[in-house]
């Protein structure tokens, strides 16, 4: 009959330290994905390049291949727990944003609780990847994030993921609990640049921007894993453009981008999706400078395309910006 793509799994967990791998389990460790997510194998030397031999240029054999590695996009939608946080009640994303170099904050506050991930050191992970009815297992992964939304939908969250892996082998998706809680969508979202929040918002869309670096090692296996790097996180938003307003060209009638973006005008920046406790989140920046002013149109609506840079308040700090579950 050949192998069938109609299932397919994830589960995904924090790693004790750095490749130690773990044992994972279907009843704790799913991630609901929105397509299949099967590892892409590669290797830091293939194999193949010995260069030619002989008169005919014909080339050397092969020898076998080192330092095996796999990359796979994890594509999710993210909601909060749908309780009140706790060490036990999270967002659907804790564990791949900690891969992702974050740091996870538990704020137990009766009534008010919360998890606030901030850029940080973050942690590795293990993870086994179900589909084609076989199964590839990674470890010491680490990822790279972007979030998309479109218009009023619900956002999408891609976790780029790297790791050592494990060759495939035959498997059967096992049984998964999933949480029940619906994600958010951005329909109600509140952005808020400066002082102004009234924007029509089209689009949004952040990026970390993060590198992660191969370690070839000759002393074993030919990798070592990979090691992030930096990060230069980015929000995106598109907008109807608005009135303009003077000095310091944000005010809560309109704002000026052009002026904002000449003078790398530091403005805090906030955007909410989700109206729900407990089900929304929150991306703050402290310190956003705008690139130039992507001036774009939609048939009559004149739109403006803002990325913003999302820096640190001071040289060394890592406050970029959080993303808080509330």
Known sequence: MGKSRNEFGVLLKEEASYGDGGTLAGASDGILVNEEAWPELGYIHDGARRGESGPVATGLQNVRKSGRFAEVPLIAEAHGGGAAYSASVKPNVHVPLLLAGFDATLDATGGSEKYTYALGAGSSGVGEFYAREQM????????????????????????????????????????????????????????????????????????????????????????????????????????????????????????????????????????????????????????????????????????????????????????????VFD
């Open 136 to 323: 590839i297992k990674m470890l010491g992964i680490l990822a790279d994030l972007s979030i998309t939304a479109d218009g009023p939908e619900v956002p999408v969250w891609e976790f780029a993921l790297s790791g050592l892996a494990e060759l495939p082998t035959e498997a059967a998706v096992p049984s998964i609990t999933y949480p029940s809680v619906k994600p958010p969508k951005a329909e109600n979202i509140t952005l808020q640049m400066g002082s102004f929040g009234s924007a029509v918002v089209r689009s949004h869309g952040l990026s970390l921007n993060r590198s992660l670096s191969p370690r070839g090692d000759q002393n074993s296996g030919g990798h070592k894993g990979f090691k992030g790097g930096t990060r230069f996180p980015t929000l995106e938003v598109e907008i109807e453009a608005d009135s303009f307003v003077s000095d310091p060209y944000h005010a809560a009638g309109g704002i000026n981008p052009y002026q904002l973006a000449e003078l790398a005008t530091a403005l805090s920046l906030s955007l909410v999706v989700g109206d729900t406790q407990y089900n929304r989140y929150k991306i703050n920046a402290s310190n956003a400078q705008l690139q130039p002013v992507g001036d774009d149109e939609d048939e009559a609506s004149a739109i403006w395309t803002l990325t913003f840079d999302l820096r640190p308040s001071a040289p060394g700090q890592k406050d970029n910006f959080t993303i």
